[in-house]
């Protein structure tokens, strides 16, 4: 069982290579907006039941997945560097699956804000992002989020030896999957 978290800021491309990572290995793809977009709608006025809710679903996947004989999944995540809370809970998510003898390997997403803006709009991310398509309310909440919390890690600050950052400012989605590929072996 292998799990490969993919993290960056808004708009890095996190789904996109994971979907391009999910055609070349076999993998299966849990991007982060599977259980957002879930909940969001119906519990828009309700934030902390919208969390609840995300979380429970998310942590009964984990689990079902991690002892289901399948070769393994890649999930995206939006981690705040900043905050012991996410921390905690990559630590916990890796725990899942190293507790039933899984590996996980740790992908790190970077570019510019100017290109993450462009991405924000693309027709793949609003094709599987219902909550993205009101792009106004996208954008403020980009904004929003990237003045609270610090969205790539410091040079050294991620401690797991199956790590790789990858600046995929200038390169086409696939290419960054094929290099998460060979590094890790999948």
Not at 7 to 20: I, L, N, R, S
Not at 58 to 84: L, N, P, V
Not at 159 to 179: F, G, Q, W
């Amino acid at each position: 069982m292998k799990l490969v978290i993919i993290t960056g800021p808004h708009a890095v491309g996190k789904m996109t290579v994971g979907q391009e990572l999910e055609r070349l290995t076999g993998l299966k793809l849990f991007h982060n907006h599977m259980t957002i977009d879930m909940v969001c709608e119906l519990f828009a006025n309700m934030p902390s039941e919208r969390m609840r809710l995300t979380e429970l679903f998310r942590e009964e996947i984990f689990k079902s997945f991690a002892k289901s004989g399948e070769y393994g999944m890649i999930f995206t995540y939006m981690w705040a560097f900043d905050s012991q809370e996410d921390w905690d809970y990559i630590e916990h998510v890796k725990s899942i699956f190293e507790d039933a003898e899984g590996e996980v390997y740790f992908v790190e997403l970077e570019a510019g804000r100017d290109i993450r803006l462009e991405r924000n709009r693309t027709e793949n991310r609003l094709a599987n992002k219902p909550s993205k398509r009101d792009l106004a309310r996208s954008y403020a909440l980009f904004d929003r989020i990237e003045k609270r919390y610090r969205l790539n890690s410091l040079p050294g600050e991620i401690p797991y030896k199956n790590y790789i950052r990858i600046d995929n400012s200038d390169m086409e989605p696939m290419e960054a999957a094929e290099l998460i590929k060979r590094k890790f072996a999948l």
